[in-house]
């Protein structure tokens, strides 16, 4: 017949311990399940090994989803500064390192080891490293056929996450489950994901990879696009911060940012120099100078940067442009260098792909958010099935917000199971 329990949660991650740890500190018989050996690997890795556990300026309006009012409930409920509050209790320290993105001052260990604590807190059953092979469900709940044996479970919580990262154990599990169960998917893909260029047009800037800077991108989705998928992705997204140039295409917070709301086909353009009015800079800049173009552009950007772009991008822009960088600024036209700057700051790029799920920090898409309760994260048709975190269609931002949102639908979750 197999061991019962009140909840089973399939997932030891963030979303997947903390749900856990909520519901059994409140009384219930939770027993947890992962197939991989070692404990929350995506947490240890995360934020360079300091781990980005949150925000603090966390809001619906960094989520994207094609319910994006979906999230405001768990968010509102349990936010940044709760858990704040759950570290200090286990005196661990942190710091704020930009815009808001908040990191531990010793290592992503140490949110490991408070998830750890917490489940040990209540109790928690663990059956690490262990395949769940089939879930099944019947008018007692749920049954698992794992390689520990049969699990009884009245309410089942999938919290596998998404797909982004495979090589750590990531899979689709979550999503397959719920198919089984007749949920909804919203097309996963990998989101915050370097994006990848045509081999034979990035040539010429394969050679940048490893130079830096910040830029402003912006990216404008297609006036025709059908009102359920724009309500997921904003017509017009914007973010100010670093790019960087790789061997086959565009990395950096800018572009992984960026790569959430882009879409085959989608252009994306960058602004090179943000806050800037390079027009009326060059031109200024022609009295008395003797410096070339491209001399003056790399005081404002690495030289290496400025001769390959001047070289390459500055020349399809057209006539006015051909052959501009190797001039000296002072014999340079007013209208040559006025149609240089439209290009520095409205220089259009179309990406032809992304490097995929085993680059990518998370996967966007999952479980349609219409087939979950906003307040208990439990399935419409399908009562005593839960989905958490990042196998829900809810994708944040960069920065530490992926982590609040399975803090936050882990804590609302693990509230329902027992109020339910």
């Not at 806050?275 to 173009?293: E, I, N, P, W, Y």
């Not at 290496?304 to 006015?320: H, I, M, N, P, S």
């Amino acid at each position: 017949m197999g061991e019962r329990f009140d909840a089973a949660v399939v997932g030891a991650g963030a979303a997947g311990m903390m749900t856990a740890a909520v519901a059994a500190q409140r009384g219930l018989r939770v027993v947890l399940v992962d197939h991989a050996e070692r404990l929350a690997e995506k947490i240890r890795i995360s934020g360079g090994g300091r781990c980005n556990f949150t925000n603090l300026g966390a809001s619906p309006a960094q989520f994207l989803s094609r319910n994006p009012d979906f999230c405001r409930s768990a968010l509102r409920a349990y936010g940044p500064g709760d858990f704040l509050d759950l570290l200090r209790t286990h005196r661990v320290s942190w710091h704020e390192k930009h815009r808001g993105q908040l990191f531990c001052d010793d290592s992503s260990e140490s949110v490991i080891r408070v998830l750890r604590r917490e489940c040990e807190a209540g109790g928690v059953h663990w059956r690490m490293p262990c395949t769940v092979r089939d879930v099944g469900r019947d008018a007692d709940g749920f049954r698992l056929d794992t390689d520990a044996g049969p699990i009884r479970a009245a309410r089942l919580v999938l919290a596998t996450g998404g797909m982004a990262i495979p090589q750590l154990g990531a899979t689709d599990f979550s999503l397959r489950i719920a198919r089984q169960f007749g949920l909804r998917i919203v097309e996963p893909r990998p989101a915050l994901v370097p994006l990848t260029f045509d081999a034979d047009l990035w040539r010429p800037y394969a050679a940048l990879a490893g130079v830096s800077l910040e830029v402003r991108l912006s990216h404008q989705a297609p006036a025709a696009e059908g009102g359920g998928q724009r309500a997921r992705r904003p017509a017009c997204a914007e973010f100010l911060e670093d790019l960087l140039f790789t061997h086959r295409g565009l990395s950096g917070p800018g572009i992984l940012q960026i790569s959430s709301h882009w879409r085959p086909g989608d252009p994306i353009r960058i602004d090179l120099a943000p806050g800037r009015d390079m027009g009326s800079a060059l031109v200024a800049a022609k009295s008395g100078s003797r410096q070339t173009v491209a001399a003056a552009l790399a005081q404002s950007w690495p030289r290496r940067l400025a001769e390959a772009w001047l070289g390459t991008a500055g020349e399809t822009g057209g006539g006015d442009l051909a052959g501009l960088g190797g001039l000296r600024l002072a014999d340079a036209p007013d209208r040559r260098l006025r149609a240089l700057a439209e290009r520095i700051h409205g220089w259009t790029l179309w990406p032809t792909g992304t490097a995929g799920y085993k680059k990518a920090e998370v996967m966007s898409g999952g479980v349609d958010t219409a087939e979950l309760d906003q307040r208990s994260m439990e399935s419409r048709r399908c009562p005593g099935l839960h989905v958490v975190g990042e196998a829900v269609d809810v994708t944040g931002w960069l920065g530490g917000y992926n982590f609040q949102w399975a803090w936050s639908s882990g804590v609302a979750c693990g509230r329902a199971l027992v109020a339910g």
